[in-house]
């Protein structure tokens, strides 16, 4: 299954973002980041809508350190 991950730099914006997400009522998971991707904050979000990282990342909606699209190949960074 394809879907897009959001990476941050600490767990203050990770907990920001979520809180965020919830208000806008986006579907999202919380998941253990991916260790191949990064080592900063141990947790990202998981988003599977195309729509909704689109929202994301053109609002400018929250602090972040990378989003990134999962499919069978593996993570590609699609923004920074």
Known sequence: MDYYI????????????E??????D??????????SITMSCGICVRIDKKADIDNIINDDLMEYKNVYYRNDEGYILINK
């Open 26 to 35: 986006l579907e999202f998971r919380i998941m253990p980041t991916p260790t």
């Open 6 to 17: 959001i990476v941050f730099k600490n767990t203050y914006d990770a907990m920001s973002a």
């Open 19 to 24: 809180k965020k997400l919830k208000e806008l």
